[in-house]
């Protein structure tokens, strides 16, 4: 069973940086495709950025010129850095995790693994 833990949320000010970190245990990381979530309030989830345990990597096109995804497999851990964030990425971002699917990486649907979330909130 794997277990995935978020950090780095917190609150910023509009054009501000935050690094979110995904800590994965309970299985074997290099072998894990994962991914980034975010919901807002009264939204649904929404795809944020994906790393296929192959190495390769996908940003959602709404935040692909602020955002990267990136992995440690030495320390189990994902990240995903956000730049000049602005008050509409106000949301609760999830990491998520699976070692196989039919399902696109960019889909909920794929992921077997969810985190509780840690929030970013993005002040004007």
């Known amino acids: 069973q794997v277990q995935l833990v978020e950090s780095g949320g917190g609150s910023v000010q509009a054009g501000g940086s935050l690094r979110l970190s995904c800590l994965a245990s309970g299985g074997t990381f290099s072998s894990l495709s994962m991914g980034w979530f975010r919901q807002a309030p009264g939204k649904e989830r929404e795809f944020v950025a994906f790393?296929?345990?192959?190495?390769?990597?996908l940003i959602a096109e709404s935040v692909k010129e602020r955002f990267t995804i990136s992995r440690d497999n030495t320390k189990s851990t994902l990240y995903l850095h956000l730049y000049s964030l602005n008050p509409e990425d106000t949301a609760v971002y999830y990491c998520?995790?699976?070692?196989?699917?039919?399902?696109?990486?960019?889909?909920?649907?794929?992921?077997?693994?969810w985190g509780q979330g840690t929030q970013v909130t993005v002040s004007s």
């Open positions: 790393s296929r345990k192959s190495g390769s990597t």
């Open positions: 998520a995790a699976a070692y196989y699917s039919t399902t696109p990486y960019s889909r909920a649907g794929a992921y077997e693994y």
